[in-house]
């Protein structure tokens, strides 16, 4: 950082943004998307993006900004979930070459999303996110 001459107004010695290229301008622009998941009858659950994402396609949605899950469909969405999890952890052959699991396993990452449905429904709330 310079003093600028004429006054106490601080400037950056780094280049302006013009020129530090295209995929720094765009990670600026566009923050990492997050989920807020809400629903009256619980508080609410944040995720990522791209587990965000995830959880919408097992749930068969399209990835959207907005959305409600209705408490008629509660039941099938926590069954697909449920699914999920299941194929998930189901045992694989030892000469299978995606044999490593990740740290954080889809069990962790959804069990939050099923309290939340199960929670729901049970107060006859619906589930939104992005309003």
């Known amino acids: 950082m310079r003093w600028q001459a004429g006054g106490n107004k601080r ?12 995929a720094l301008r765009a990670a600026q622009q566009q ?24 959880l919408l396609q ?5 990835p959207a900004a907005r959305g409600i899950i209705e408490v ?9 979930l449920l699914a999920a999890i299941a194929q998930d952890e189901a045992p694989r052959p030892a000469d299978d070459e995606d044999a490593a ?9 959804l069990w939050p999303m099923i309290e939340l449905l199960r929670r729901a429904q049970a107060a ?8």
């Open 11 to 22: 400037r950056s010695s780094a280049l302006p943004l013009h020129n530090r290229g295209p």
């Open 31 to 54: 923050p990492p998307m997050i989920y807020k998941f809400k629903s009256a009858a619980t508080g609410d659950l944040i995720m990522l993006g791209a587990h965000g994402d995830l």
């Open 58 to 62: 097992l749930l068969g949605r399209v």
């Open 72 to 80: 008629a469909d509660m039941p099938a969405a926590n069954a697909a």
């Open 101 to 109: 699991q990740p740290a954080v396993g889809l069990r962790q990452r």
């Open 124 to 131: 006859d709330a619906a589930v939104v996110w992005g309003v």
